[in-house]
């Protein structure tokens, strides 16, 4: 596939108006994006678990109108939103060469998040997931002969060019997002699912998010990409992923989980240490991210359960785990990790299959 194929030939009919809703989930990345070229093309293969509970659910009501400029509202949790509005018009300026009819039409945008408003959780990969899923409904009407795998597909890339961990939260319930040495379904362009090799044991996995620090980051993932080009450590960074990708997968066909708990570690750490030695460098984390990942490495050894953690780009915690451990697990959070959290406040998620339609 080319960036060619996901400009529509044709046009079979003339929709007036209607409106389409979709929910899509957030992800935690497995093995981490961290670099990009122009237009989105990340540096380095990633894979992540599709989450569930952490979504972003968008309602797009749209109307045929005159004119050629964009239109369109945003309404964020009931009330509009011109705060959302800037990222929307440069979503739309990046995708309009592969929806041509966006121009003819007039959106109102109704969009809300399941998690916590101001929780430190980033809801561009889910809000611009539940958003290309909704113009691609709009397209599938306009060309109604689409196949699902385009419909997943473009919904992909368009998400991507929206925000880049986007790409991946379409599908579920792992998946890849960049060209990779062990699928050759894989591309730069879109996310592909995992597919049915994947072991049982991930088909469930549980991830508890802990809020370590709810504010905004004081930098962000745009910017900390950018703080790739020229990184001294660069180019390792990104054959290190890539190995790690490659190494991960059969560890996730067979469920090997102490080599599964070692390479996420080593990834999220890893992510870290680009923050660290950036120019200018950042520390995401914080002393309460520092004092959880210990305790969680005592548990480990006290227990011998198999929780690990990983991180995104900020302080929260992401807890990895089995659903078997469960009820272990749950009452270590309650009686000891939560109180590392801001207002003790944590989320229980778990990995989930993409989007759907609300
Ligand atoms: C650390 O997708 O948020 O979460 O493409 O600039 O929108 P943009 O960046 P974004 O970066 C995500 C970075 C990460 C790792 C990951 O999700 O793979």
């Known amino acids: 596939m080319t960036e060619q194929d996901f400009t529509p030939k044709s046009q079979t009919s003339n929709v007036e108006s209607a409106s389409v809703k979709w929910e899509s989930p957030s992800n935690i990345a497995l093995v981490k994006y961290w670099g990009k070229r122009e237009n989105q093309i990340p540096e380095n293969p990633s894979i992540s678990f599709t989450l569930s509970n952490c979504k972003t659910i968008t309602e797009l009501t749209y109307t045929k109108k005159e004119g050629t400029d964009f239109s369109f509202d945003v309404i964020f949790e009931g009330a509009k939103n011109a705060a959302f509005k800037p990222k929307i018009q440069i979503f739309f300026e990046r995708v309009e060469g592969y929806l041509p009819f966006l121009r003819d039409y007039h959106f109102k945008i109704e969009t809300s998040n399941t998690f916590p408003h101001s929780s430190g959780i980033a809801s561009s990969a889910s809000g611009m997931a539940a958003i290309a899923m ?4 709009l397209e599938k009407e306009i060309n109604s002969t ?3 795998d385009y419909f997943h597909q473009k919904a992909s890339f368009l998400a991507r060019l929206g925000s880049g961990s986007a790409a991946r939260s379409i599908q579920g319930p792992v998946t890849f ?9 894989s591309s730069d362009l879109f996310a592909t699912p995992f597919g049915t090799t994947l072991h ?8 508890t998010i802990l809020l370590v620090d709810k504010g905004s980051k004081p930098v962000s993932s745009t910017q900390g990409h950018n703080l790739m080009h020229g990184h001294p450590f660069a180019e390792n960074r990104f054959l290190q992923a890539s190995n790690n990708l490659s190494a991960l997968v059969p560890i996730m066909e067979t469920g090997a989980l102490d080599d599964f708990i070692h390479l996420v570690e080593l990834e999220a750490l890893s992510l870290h240490a680009m923050m660290l030695t950036s120019s200018p460098y950042f520390i995401l984390m914080q002393p309460n991210t520092l004092a959880i990942i210990h305790r ?5 050894k006290e227990t011998s359960i198999p929780l690990c953690f990983t991180l ?3 302080a929260n915690v992401h807890l990895l785990y089995p659903k078997q451990d469960i009820g272990v697990i749950h009452s270590f959070i309650k009686e000891e990790l939560s109180g590392f959290c801001q207002s003790g406040q944590y989320l229980l998620d778990e990995v989930g299959r ?3 339609k609300a």
């Open 134 to 137: 909704n113009v691609m409904s």
């Open 146 to 148: 689409m196949t699902d």
């Open 177 to 185: 997002w960049g060209k990779n040495a062990v699928r050759d379904s």
């Open 200 to 207: 049982s044991v991930f088909d469930n996995y549980q991830d």
């Open 296 to 300: 969680v490495w005592e548990f480990r």
């Open 312 to 314: 995104d780009a900020g």
């Open 354 to 356: 993409g989007a759907k």
